[in-house]
């Protein structure tokens, strides 16, 4: 169980993950995976840009900590992620064994860990996760309301027409 | 939609991942996805060779479907799977907006499309999918009891002494 100012620490460093995401004109979402102390794992969300499905940040943190450990089971792990997990990341970290995780911003219309289901504690599963939401939940969030504010404010600019 | 002919056809190229996953000792499940009428993504359970938990038949899939297309929308695919999707999968499959999935066996303890949720038929995501399950059934769950019985085998074996 990582300490008050770890978990700080970690959550800052998934932040830092969701900012190059931004930068990148990525929906800002950063993840990483922590193993005795050490980030083993980190990823941002890369979808547009590799036009892969799949390139979500948990996906791509778990990738980078089964090379780091070269093992599929993440079992002395803790996964520290901006935004709650849609379905598909939460199935990998419950296939990875992944004991805890700690999330920042609920996501209301694909989060699969509190909103829209609560597949780390189904018991009919091999597996269960701890999980700790709300971490650093207002930079997480304000990060992904400033990414689609942005967003917004582009398309309305390509909607004006110049007056001549 | 496809016809019978064809949901048999690929779903046999899927039974022939499947069978080369089995070769590599790997739990034997296949997939393939269809665009056009063409397989443009194809791809059988690689875990342990990679230890990479994200390496399921339809997750490799995916991700060459998504290289063909160029795009991780996969909206005018069909997926074909030997076994009933995992909720890691069946997430995917999803997000990737496929709109029609065939699978052959059912998988009670981790199916995540009809045993243990209907991921696929959730009204709230903004993605739902077509799913026709059972499709050449009895070779997809034969060729999954023969690897595990063979692994069961293999265990007796290497508990026997030799009698010298």
Redesign the interface.
């Known amino acids: 169980m990582a300490t008050e100012r770890e978990i700080t620490f970690y959550m800052k460093e998934a932040l830092k993950e969701a900012r190059d995401a931004a930068l990148m004109n990525e929906v800002p979402i950063g993840a990483v995976i922590v193993h005795d102390g050490q980030i083993i794992g980190r990823g941002h969300n890369m979808?547009?840009r590799?036009?892969?499905?799949?390139y979500h940040a948990e996906?791509l943190a778990?990738?980078e900590a089964?090379?780091a450990l070269?093992?599929?089971?993440?079992e002395n792990c803790e996964l520290y992620v901006t935004l709650e997990p849609?379905?598909?990341?939460?199935?990998?970290i419950?296939?990875?064994r992944i004991p805890r995780v700690y999330y920042g911003a609920a996501d209301p219309?694909?989060g699969?860990v509190h909103s829209?289901?609560q597949?780390m504690n189904?018991q009919?599963?091999?597996h269960q996760v701890e999980v700790h939401a709300g971490i650093m939940e207002a930079p997480c969030q304000q990060l992904l309301k400033d990414f689609f504010r942005a967003i917004r404010r582009r398309k309305k600019i390509l909607k004006q027409k110049p007056n001549r």
Chains 1, 2 share one sequence.
């Open positions: 979808r547009e590799y036009q892969d499905v799949t996906i778990i990738n089964n090379q070269r093992s599929w089971r993440l849609c379905i598909m990341c939460s199935g990998a419950i296939n990875a219309k694909a699969a829209l289901y597949l189904d009919r599963l091999n």
